[in-house]
C-alpha cells in the first residue's frame, strides 16, 4: 500500500510576524490601560519617545509618537509611575510587539500639578527666582502697562484698585489672550514686544494677570516661555494671577506678586491719602526745623552783634594805621644806618686802591704786554719761514717727478687715440691708427697713421 506523504508548510518570517499581529489584533481590546514605571526612557532627535513600562514581575516595551508626546504636559522620567493609554501591535522589523501610548499621566498625582513642581525645580535650579536679579519698583509710577484680557474683569479690578489709590497715573492696556492653547506664548510675545517699544510707551511697570480659575485654566502662567520672557524683561513686572491661594511660576519670576488682580493697586501704586499725609508731616517737620534755625540764626545774630568789634567797627583801622606808623619808623632808622655802613664800606675800600696806585701797576702791565706781542710775532715769522722753505723744497721734488716735466725741454707725448696707451714702439700702432701728440702747457695735436 502506498504511503500518502504531507508536505510541510513554510513560512517567511514576515509571514510569522503577520500570523501573530492578527492574533493580536483578533484577541486584545482596541484599547488598553496600563500602570508601571517607566525606565529606559529615551527621547529621539525626531521627538518620539521610547521607553518600557515595568512591574515587579515584567516588562512591557512602549512606543509615543512625537504628535501624541506633544500634549504631555509634565516631563516622564526613569521611575515615574504613570498609567498610560493606547494599544498593542507588533513591530515587524524586529518581531516584537509595543505598547503605542497615546496619552499619560502620573500615577497618584495630576500631570499639571506634577508639570507645575518639575518646572518650578528646573528653574529654580537656573536662578529664575533669585532675588538678585528682581528689578525694583518705581516708588511714584507715572505710566502702568497692563496685559490681561480686555473682555474678563481681572482688568477692571486692576484699573479700579489703581486708580482709586493713585489717580494721577495713566495706565495702557495690551489685550492678550489669558487662557487655552497659544495663550503663553502670546503673552510673552506682548511683553517683548512692549519691551521693544518702551523708549516710545516710557511705562515705569507691567501687570500681568487674570482672574482666578482652575489649575488648567492659569496654566498659560506656569508656562516656561512666558517664565523667560518676564526674566528677560527691562521694565519691571508684578504679576497678578488668580486668588490668594494660587501660585504660578509667573508669580515666582516677576518682580512682585499680587496676589489677586484687584490687589495688583496696592503693589504698583502708593496710597494717594498717605503720600498727601506723609507730604503734609514732611511740611510740618520743615516748617518746624527752619524756625528753629532761623531763632538759632538770630541768636547767634546778636551774640556777633554784641561783640566789641561791632560796637567800634574803627578801632581794628586805627590800630593797624598805628602799627604801620611805628614799623615807618623803624624802617627810616634800619635804612639810616644801611647808608652809613655802606659810606664805611665805601671810603675803606677807596683807601686800599689808592695804597696799591693802580695807574703805575697799569703802566708797567702795558710794558710787559707790549714786549710779548714783538716776541710772539718775531717767532712767528721764523716758522712762517721755516715751512715756506720746506713747501718749495717738496714743490719742486714733484716737479721734478712730473712726467710732463719733460714737455717744457721740447719733449712730447705720443698715445695711441684708439687704445689710449703710450707709443714706445712700431708695434704698438697700425696703419690707420690715430695718434694724439701732447705738447708744453697741454697743447694736443692729432696725427693719422699712413706710413710706419
Not at 498609567?83 to 518581531?95: E, F, L, M, N, T
Not at 526674566?231 to 516677576?254: Q, R, Y
Request: with cysteine; hydrophobic share 40%.
Amino acid at each position: 500500500m502506498r504511503q500518502t506523504q504531507k508536505k510541510t508548510k513554510i513560512y517567511t518570517v514576515s509571514q510569522v510576524n503577520s500570523l501573530i499581529k492578527g492574533i493580536l489584533e483578533n484577541n486584545l481590546p482596541g484599547r488598553l490601560t496600563v500602570t508601571g514605571e517607566i525606565t529606559d526612557w529615551k527621547l529621539h532627535s525626531s521627538g518620539h519617545c521610547y521607553f518600557l513600562l515595568k512591574d515587579e514581575f515584567s516588562q512591557l516595551p512602549c512606543v509615543m509618537w512625537k504628535s501624541k508626546f506633544s500634549k504631555v504636559k509634565f516631563e516622564p522620567e526613569n521611575g515615574l509611575a504613570i498609567i498610560a493609554k493606547g494599544h498593542i501591535d507588533v513591530y515587524s522589523p524586529q518581531g516584537k510587539y509595543q505598547f503605542y501610548v497615546e496619552s499619560m499621566q502620573p500615577a497618584g498625582v495630576g500631570a499639571l500639578q506634577l508639570a507645575f513642581e518639575q518646572m518650578v525645580r528646573r528653574l529654580e535650579k537656573q536662578g529664575l527666582f533669585d532675588d538678585v536679579h528682581k528689578k525694583a519698583l518705581p516708588a511714584y509710577p507715572e505710566r502702568i502697562g497692563i496685559l490681561t484680557s480686555e473682555s474678563g474683569a481681572a482688568v477692571e479690578d486692576i484699573k479700579d484698585s489703581i486708580w482709586n489709590r493713585w489717580p494721577c497715573v495713566r495706565l495702557f492696556l495690551y489685550p492678550v489672550l489669558v487662557q487655552g492653547e497659544g495663550a503663553a506664548e502670546e503673552i510673552a510675545s506682548a511683553i517683548r514686544d512692549v519691551n521693544r517699544r518702551n523708549k516710545k510707551l516710557k511705562l515705569d511697570v507691567l501687570i500681568v494677570g487674570r482672574g482666578g480659575g482652575s489649575l488648567e485654566d492659569l496654566w498659560a502662567f506656569n508656562e516656561e516661555v512666558l517664565a523667560r520672557a518676564i526674566f528677560d524683561s527691562k521694565i519691571p513686572i508684578i504679576s497678578a494671577v488668580g486668588h490668594e491661594v494660587d501660585t504660578t511660576i509667573a508669580d515666582l519670576v516677576a518682580d512682585a506678586r499680587a496676589s489677586t488682580p484687584t490687589k495688583a493697586g496696592v503693589v504698583a501704586v502708593p496710597d494717594m491719602q498717605e503720600v498727601l499725609g506723609q507730604l503734609v508731616s514732611m511740611e510740618r517737620r520743615l516748617t518746624s526745623q527752619a524756625k528753629a534755625k532761623v531763632k538759632l540764626a538770630q541768636q547767634n545774630l546778636e551774640i556777633i552783634l554784641a561783640n566789641a568789634v561791632f560796637r567800634h567797627p574803627l578801632l581794628p583801622v586805627r590800630n593797624a594805621e598805628q602799627q604801620l606808623d611805628e614799623l615807618g619808623v623803624k624802617l627810616a632808622d634800619l635804612m639810616k644806618q644801611v647808608l652809613v655802613e655802606a659810606r664805611e664800606k665805601l671810603h675803606a675800600g677807596y683807601e686800599q686802591v689808592r695804597k696799591i696806585e693802580p695807574h703805575r701797576l697799569l703802566g708797567k702791565k702795558t710794558v710787559d704786554l707790549n714786549n710779548l706781542k714783538n716776541r710772539a710775532s718775531a717767532a712767528m715769522l721764523t716758522v712762517i719761514n721755516r715751512c715756506r722753505l720746506q713747501l718749495t723744497s717738496q714743490v719742486n721734488l714733484l716737479a721734478g717727478l712730473n712726467p710732463k716735466s719733460v714737455l717744457q725741454r721740447g719733449y712730447s707725448i705720443t698715445t695711441n687715440k684708439k687704445t689710449g696707451l703710450l707709443v714706445r714702439n712700431l708695434e704698438d700702432i697700425r696703419i690707420g691708427d690715430y695718434l694724439i701728440t701732447e705738447l708744453a702747457d697741454e697743447k694736443l695735436i692729432e696725427s693719422e697713421v699712413t706710413k710706419k
